[in-house]
């Protein structure tokens, strides 16, 4: 165990002088982003960088007794099984993860490594829906306690699922929810699948006294329409046309080259144009999967919009990011946040968390009302230490 | 003066039962922003286009007590000697105004014309500053007396002047608004000039009754600058460097490719995101004169960022409006706002305005506050009736 | 006849002391293109305009014999019945032709509008093929003896054809290409229709002894590609990805948004690229209907490739441009040099001609030696005179 | 030495069984193009990378008799003295070198480092221009001597100067291209600085029997504008304003901060667009210094052009590359083809190599037609074996 001892993340939960660690279990814990949010933790923690894109290591988020990034503990379901550091070596050859970093976090993806469990169901799986439930609602309790943790959180980082599900059986990422439900755990959503939101679920969100939040995280294209959209209410500019071309390498793409799939993300995308301008304008949303971009992706966007006298304008926007790279701290940010209000008592469907989603539970869609719903929620979390 | 009988803007004033029309004087009353003002008030009042544009006729602003746009009688200052009614007919023929609009009021605009003073001063002028800012207010005076206002605001839309004018005299749009504070108006300076800023007027803004805002209206790049720079901030995004470009065809980028009028301009825009994000990035604004753009401009915007772990991404947007269509609403309201001001006793330099603005009399930098800041000045104004 | 003895174009055929006309026949008389082409024409004629954007203007077609702008006289047929002068206005108020042309030529474009015959089949036509192809080019003859012209050329310029059509019926623009040929008549095919192309008139095709050439304008996008795959092949680097959307307002637009009329598009787009690079890259073309942005379209290109060492970059190009006014002069051109190649006794497809087409019959796909191609073809012409 | 005996291309010269090494004296050898050139030879030598962006690896240039990648043998002048491994080790961790190279040929670097000799002049530097030329033409010859090459071509791939050199001084640029004709070898400028051109050197050149080119490697915005403006003419479009922005970061960003250096640059630039279109268009070029882009570079190029009837329309263009990778294949091309000159006899000015520079030595300027001359000048290396 020597090689874990020099590791300050992985030892942390028994370190901390009798404060308990909390644990992050990853639905699609081998994943780019998991092992992003894995390895980035880990450097964080070490010293390495910079808390740059947390938004809960800024002085707004001080107060909020959030877990410190040091005691979060990693665990996860996976349907792959190729090793973590593994994973996280390809990252670092595609330029994802910098230069150094995976030799200097190998420790902690291996404790992580160990901590992963077959996901499911394959194809051919023989269990029933309830037994795959109470196997991942085993696994989780298990980790929770063999870590002695506090409370763990499960986030959803796994593909995309297409919307309909063939068969009677419940989606993918609709069973990890319930496991959730039934072990106890703050459960977030950061994919547009169907989740704890499945309408079969209904009855056990109505009886789970658990925090949840979702669904799919804004990351790029959304995020500046969520920013762009309401300057165009304000200044009563009228968006004719809103038009947009996203090209994804890696995992993502190819999943929502599937229409069923793109149909589950392009409804959260639809939605923040009609909620901040009103009406939904004319124009589509292509995703298109471009394996050349690797973990990179383009979105562009064209808005045609009508000023005074019906003067006809346009706005384009171009951005360019790496996927796993934005989303990795928004989940570590709302990982502590649902672990956080889990730990205060708060219960059901955080809308309050709507800055980090295309397709909230609730609450406004404007990006900059969306901010101060998130530091005032923080400032109820101080003030219920 | 049958012509005038069929003009619902130009009769407005007597016509209203009682109710005093509102003056508009604009500085620089032949140009491009201000024949789009004048027509387009026009083309509005006689239902021939929708308000697109107008912030004060979105709901928000319904209680404010705001004059008609129906009631508002325009006049200025402008040293060029053109025909209003010719402007509009380029502005027609390059697609500013639209195809009919010209024709549908050139009765509006021959009677604004018939109110517009020769301004100054000529290179070659032998009055003294003193005298010249008594000659503005008097034709400032008698525009209002002549046409029965209940009260006047000035309005400067200029070209920009350069940051430095050599000689003892006070630049030009300082005169201008020295005038209007001598007679008493409400003052707006929609450029980046000094005009009420300047240090020596300060007495005078001291003894002054009359609300003032300015300065440099935000209509383009600023303007999406003031909504992203917060959404970096938000997200805590590391911003490495912001560069720009803008083309300006028209007036104004000759004015600007003069190296101090830019600077004055660039003041502006740097204010902007070093508010927003706490320090001044790297990178560089330029302000070319593209002759070949006509009324149209492009502004595009390099923004390089660090996310997570130190990784490099990029947004770029491209603004491609048309400059008098994406001032003129705002002179309107700005117009209207600050006329309610002054009728509701409020004085000095009003910071609620920042929404309009590249370099507010303070307040917020981000556009969202700034719009939460004026809709609350409404309120404001609702009240106070 | 006095409205028409104003109009140089119209009376062109009799003034021009023995020769004789050259006949335009366009498929789709009604629409955009063919209207921009007719109004523009009688404008250079009129010298209103100078010959911006029409090859055949420049001095290395001066020798070639091709027929002069002021002898053609147009015609053709269309399914639509509005008045071409009305839709000239429409495209003045549109900003697709400029302010003042129409007035100027409302007497040509009522002559043509003469000329314009039923086209067809409607969906309850009870005609067959033969018989559709019997009456268009008895009305083709019809024009070209009625107004005593040297001979006809035939361009469609129709909205274009989904892939496959039910039924046992000829798609239309083969219909029209049959009726082409049976009347004599040179032939060019401006959309990726099937026009003479069809396999089933291959027969006729071999017994014409006419020219023809085609297909599908080359106007944007893939004017674009053209010119850039071939730098990339050049300088040895590796496209990985060419991804790409179009914005298209207007009628194209609308028959796009069908899959099947846009594969047929795409075909030709994929064409370029696949020549140029010698295989075809990743990445997808989308053909978006918008009609907010009227006749104006916007084509955003994103070439992800790769330089020495595998270094990843990128090339991004955004088109913005009309596309009637982008059609026309190749139109234009298209007539003018098939027309002439009819006199000179060249028959069969063009592989000359590729300059002009997304999908030509033949010949280098890349612009630059498409263009030293059509240069060579002109002095041929030349030399044959 | 067993370290290099590893190294094919380090022992090259020797084991070729009889055929001598060409040498490659870089001025600048310890810059980012330097190390890339010598590190991504050594990588192609190797067999671990396809030679991607090489011209002269491409079959047209087959049987022109160019020496072997495995032949070239480095050395150069330079006025830093960090070692090769530590740039390229730098240029790893920003990604310009892949991951793993900079390991696999330390030894041909540390080979390379060895041949480096101090360059000149330093600001105190005693000796007369005379001397400079002397000491670094025995640099050169002894280079030459020492390793037992063929021949050496020297290739500026140092920063740009600034236009004027105070002092009656020699620019350092022409002082090393006086001393490579001192030495008999072969010169390339792959920079805007004067080199060879410089009017003092030109009894010099009158005297001297090598080849040179030059100048100022083209492998950005230029190459694009290079294929781009022939496009406009060949269509007969008008282009009206042709504007662009250069971000760049690294050690050129800097240089060309300098207006000086900037103005240099820009001549050539601008020669491209006049020489292809017949006319400058308006419009300015911007080279911006922007360090956060690191090896990286940005260039939005925005071009307004006239179509048919005056119709305004806009190209974009946005090219993001590494500027080292885009320079390196072009600067092993230039020498493999000045070295191969030489041989064949061939002496003077290389009109032939204008597809490599921005300012070449006569030819066209439209890409195309510089591909053709250079496919031509192979051609013509192929016949003189």
Redo the contacts between chains.
């Keep these: 165990m020597s090689e874990f001892a020099e590791s300050p993340a992985a030892g942390a939960a028994a370190a901390d002088g009798g404060v308990r660690g909390t644990g992050v279990w990853l639905v699609g814990a081998r994943g780019s982003v998991a092992t ?1 949010v894995v390895a ?1 933790c880990a ?1 964080l923690v070490a010293g390495l ?7 809960t ?2 002085e707004e988020f001080a107060a909020a007794g959030l877990p410190a990034l040091s005691s979060l503990v990693f665990g996860g379901h996976d349907t792959v099984d190729w090793p973590l550091v593994k994973r996280a070596e390809m990252l ?2 595609q ?7 995976v030799r200097a976090v190998r420790g902690e993806l291996a404790v992580a490594d160990g901590e992963i469990r077959p996901g499911g169901p394959a194809a051919d799986d023989g269990r029933s829906d309830e037994e795959l439930i109470a196997a991942f609602a085993a696994d989780i309790e298990g980790f929770t306690r063999r870590r002695g943790l506090a409370r763990t959180v499960v986030v959803n980082v796994a593909s995309t699922e297409p919307v309909a599900v063939e068969g009677g059986r419940l989606p993918a990422s609709s069973l990890y929810a319930a496991a959730a439900l039934r072990a106890g755990c703050a459960y977030v959503n950061f994919t547009p699948s169907a989740g704890v939101g499945h309408p079969a679920l209904e009855e056990l969100r109505g009886r789970a006294d658990v925090p949840w939040a979702g669904r799919d995280g804004k990351t790029g294209q959304t ?2 329409r969520a ?2 959209a ?2 165009f209410r ?5 968006v ?2 809103w ?1 947009g ?1 996203n ?1 994804l390498g890696g995992g993502d793409g190819a999943a929502l080259a599937d229409p069923a799939a793109a149909a589950a993300k392009n409804a959260g995308k639809n939605r923040v144009l009609e909620d901040n301008l009103g009406a939904l ?4 949303v ?1 995703i ?1 999967e ?5 973990e990179w992706k ?1 979105a ?1 966007d ?1 808005v ?1 919009f ?17 996927d796993s ?2 989303a ?2 928004l989940v570590l940010d709302l990982a502590r946040l649902a672990a956080r209000a889990q730990e205060a008592g708060i219960a059901g469907g955080l809308a309050e968390l709507g ?1 980090y989603f295309k397709d909230p539970d609730g609450g406004s869609a ?4 969306q ?1 101060d719903a998130l530091v005032a929620f923080a400032a109820r979390l101080a003030g219920g230490r």
Aim: charged letters at 15%; hydrophobic letters at 45%; glycine letters at 16%.
């Design positions: 992003t980035g450097g960088y910079p808390a740059t894109g947390l938004v290591e800024t670092g050859e330029g994802v993860l910098p230069y150094g970093l995020l500046l920013v762009l309401p300057m304000q200044r009563a500019l009228g004719r046309a038009s071309t090209l304008p004319e124009g589509e292509h298109d471009v394996p050349a971009l690797g383009t562009w064209h045609a009508e000023g005074f006298l019906g003067s006809r304008m346009v706005l384009q926007t171009i951005w360019q990011g790496c790279a934005l990795a701290p800055f404007a990006l900059a009302e901010y």
